[in-house]
């Protein structure tokens, strides 16, 4: 069974860093591109960042860009998402997601990010 | 960048077919992929590529498109298919994809 499983959220005051991970099991993690994905309460999904399974391609969604940085451990089975610089904007549930062609077959639960003074 | 539109809302009775529309410019001909979110709840996929559905989705939802319009049909609705159901596809242009609005279906 595909699993992924997000941490790191918590509360932030703005300007401040946060890393996120996502903990992946029950497939060959190290086959498959990778995403983050965010939604802010009562809002649409918007996507965050992609990387390829080996890391030689990554792209960001402009409102993060050069503040946020993806990242993945193969052998760890693990996504990472490098959050500086927050803003209010940022608040969301970020859920990592497993592409399937231009899709998002599985999804974690997601981890609930605050920036807020 | 690209914009895709969806009815905030949609009911139907129990039994009955809902149909949720995602419009977009020049639509036609771009793959289009639908998800199930209720609340509280991680996105499930539920259509991909237009039409296919995933291993353990029930054949009660489908997907097909028609000029600048895809839709989503859900047939014999039933109180579990509550949620808001997001449409979503590449925005090649940009080289992201982009999701709909959402659309809340409820059953009456």
């Known amino acids: 069974e595909v699993r992924l499983v997000e941490s790191g959220g918590g509360l932030v005051q703005p300007g401040g860093s946060l890393r996120l991970s996502c903990a992946a099991s029950g497939f060959t993690f190290s086959n498959y591109s990778m995403n983050w994905v965010r939604q802010a309460p009562g809002k649409r999904l918007e996507w965050v960042a992609y990387?390829?399974?080996?890391?030689?391609?990554?792209h960001y969604a402009d409102s993060v860009k050069g503040r946020f940085t993806i990242s993945r451990d193969n052998p760890k089975n693990s996504l990472y998402l490098q959050m500086n610089s927050l803003r209010a904007e940022d608040t969301a549930i970020y859920y990592c997601?497993?592409?399937?062609?231009?899709?998002?077959?599985?999804w974690g639960q997601g981890t609930l990010v605050t920036v807020s003074s | 960048s690209y914009v895709l539109t969806q009815p905030p809302s949609v009911s139907v009775a129990p039994g009955k077919t809902a149909r949720i529309a995602c419009g977009g410019n020049?639509?036609?001909?771009?793959?289009v992929h639908w998800y199930q979110q209720k609340p509280g709840q991680a996105p499930v996929l539920v259509v991909y590529?237009?039409?296919d559905r995933p291993s353990g989705i029930p054949e009660r939802f489908s997907g097909s498109y028609s000029g600048n319009t895809a839709t989503l049909t859900i047939s014999r609705v039933e109180a579990g298919d509550e949620a808001d159901y997001y449409c979503?596809?590449?925005?090649?242009?940009?080289?992201?994809?982009?999701f709909g609005g959402g659309t809340k279906v409820t059953v009456l």
């Open positions: 020049n639509i036609g001909g771009k793959s």
């Open positions: 997601a497993r592409t399937q062609g231009a899709a998002y077959g599985y």
């Open positions: 979503q596809m590449w925005d090649s242009s940009n080289n992201h994809p982009v």
């Open positions: 590529d237009d039409s």
């Open positions: 990387i390829t399974s080996s890391s030689s391609t990554i």
